[in-house]
């Protein structure tokens, strides 16, 4: 168990790396946080440096969730013997508590949604493809980033519970409550976007070339 226990701070030093600071300091100089929206996230690495750098943002984000969910427990079965219930599911945690508070940019983070749909793919990939569906015709419909990234959150959550046994049982109690707090983790990291949003002042994005906004 102490090898298990060490996967947990390791998944938050993995998770903390700051991927869209890091990608627009290195290619463009720019101290993400002082532009935009200010959100180290893809979105805005995206918004400020174009769309090819919210893909590379994007995946980066992505795979610090996926692979430490999709490879510590299996790291601990192979070298322990056994397995872990649930280690999956604080791994995820723990990459995601890394991206929204991490250590390295004085605990000032993102707001998790690449990161957790990264982590969550590993622990449920249908709900997780549901949720990027969910988000892809979200975005087509509305064109708010933010608004499309909790309308996903909701769609993970309702397809996880729809299809999940007993939410309540040993199995499943972890994953249950983790994911109804990431859920709302997410709303209360995009509360500034939810006010911009009410007041008609978020930035929408364009599915065009060459036109502003
Ligand atoms: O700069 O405040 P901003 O406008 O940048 O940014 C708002 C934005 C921040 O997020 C990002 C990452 C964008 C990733 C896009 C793909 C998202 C797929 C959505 C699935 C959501 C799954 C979350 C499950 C939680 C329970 O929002």
Redesign the pocket.
């Given at each position: 168990t102490s090898l298990a226990l060490l996967t947990i701070p390791v998944a938050y030093l993995i998770g903390a790396i700051p991927f869209?600071y890091l990608t627009a300091l290195w290619a463009r100089g720019v101290d993400i946080r002082t532009v935009?929206?200010?959100?180290i996230?893809?979105?805005?690495?995206?918004?400020v440096l174009g769309f090819r750098f919210?893909v590379i943002?994007?995946l980066l984000?992505?795979a610090k969730g996926f692979l430490p969910t999709y490879l510590f427990p299996l790291a601990v079965a192979r070298a322990t013997g056994q397995t872990v219930p649930q280690l999956g599911v604080f791994v995820a945690l723990a990459t995601i508590m890394g991206h929204n508070f991490p250590i390295y940019l004085k605990f000032k983070g993102?707001?998790?949604?690449?990161t957790?749909?990264g982590a969550?793919l590993a622990l449920n990939w249908v709900a997780?493809l549901a949720?990027?569906a969910?988000?892809?015709l979200t975005l087509v419909v509305t064109r708010y980033?933010?608004f499309?990234?909790?309308l996903?959150?909701l769609?993970?959550?309702a397809v996880y519970f729809v299809r999940v046994d007993d939410p309540w049982n040993q199995e499943h109690l972890a994953m249950s409550v983790v994911?109804i707090g990431?859920?709302s983790l997410?709303v209360v990291r995009?509360r500034?976007?939810i006010v911009r949003i009410k007041e008609g002042t978020?930035?929408k994005v364009s599915f065009r070339k060459n036109r502003p906004s």
């Open positions: 869209g935009g929206s200010g959100n996230g893809a979105t805005n690495v995206g918004r919210f943002v994007f984000d992505l993102g707001k998790g949604v690449a957790s749909l969550l997780s949720a990027f969910g988000f892809v980033v933010s499309s990234s909790m996903g959150g769609v993970f959550l994911t990431l859920f997410l995009h500034k976007n978020e930035p």
